[in-house]
């Protein structure tokens, strides 16, 4: 029984939801938990390998798009399995401008339905834009590497116009 429930497909989480806690270490070896991001917007986004090429095409395409995310008040965050070796010299070989968590026990990807069991070798490509108070205004399951910078920040503009 136990193990069913630890191999089950997760869904993703609903939008108005408590995003659950997490500690992982960044790719500078730096501990980072839920908690200090508390009064940030930040979009949580899981990618499945570092240095790869849908990976490498919309890490590039968040950095080039900063200044906006920036703009808006929305800080990024990244997520995979990779080890802090490979988040470093991903985030060196490419000018990342923003941390990338190394999730190599999976329990971020576990709680937030990024994986489907701890063995998972790859997280999979889905975001979350995660709300100062810790709830989950938007998730997104079906992301398309070179799209989803974009997409994202479309999201964040319109729903600011809408507020004004």
């Excluded at 919309?58 to 800080?75: I, K, Q, W």
């Excluded at 999976?106 to 339905?113: D, T, V």
């Excluded at 399951?141 to 319109?158: S, T, Y």
Aim: charged residues 25%; proline residues 4%.
């Amino acid at each position: 029984m136990f193990r069913n429930i630890l191999t089950r497909t997760m869904s993703m989480l609903a939008e108005g939801s408590r995003a659950p806690d997490f500690t992982a270490l960044d790719h500078t070896g730096k501990k980072v938990s839920l908690s200090d991001f508390h009064g940030n917007r930040f979009l949580l986004w899981f990618y499945p390998k570092a240095d790869t090429p849908g990976c490498t095409a919309e890490a590039c395409g968040l950095r080039d798009r900063r200044p906006d995310y920036d703009s808006a008040g929305v800080r990024i965050v990244g997520v995979s399995f990779d080890d802090v070796d490979s988040n470093k010299a991903f985030v060196d070989k490419y000018n990342l401008p923003f941390q990338l968590l190394c999730d190599t026990d999976r329990k971020i990807g576990l709680a937030y339905g990024a994986a489907d069991s701890p063995s998972a070798s790859h997280a999979k490509r889905i975001s979350y834009l995660i709300s100062g108070e810790g709830t989950i205004e938007k998730g997104w399951e079906k992301v398309v590497a070179k799209d989803h910078p974009q997409e994202v920040l479309a999201f964040i503009q319109q729903k600011s116009k809408a507020s004004l």
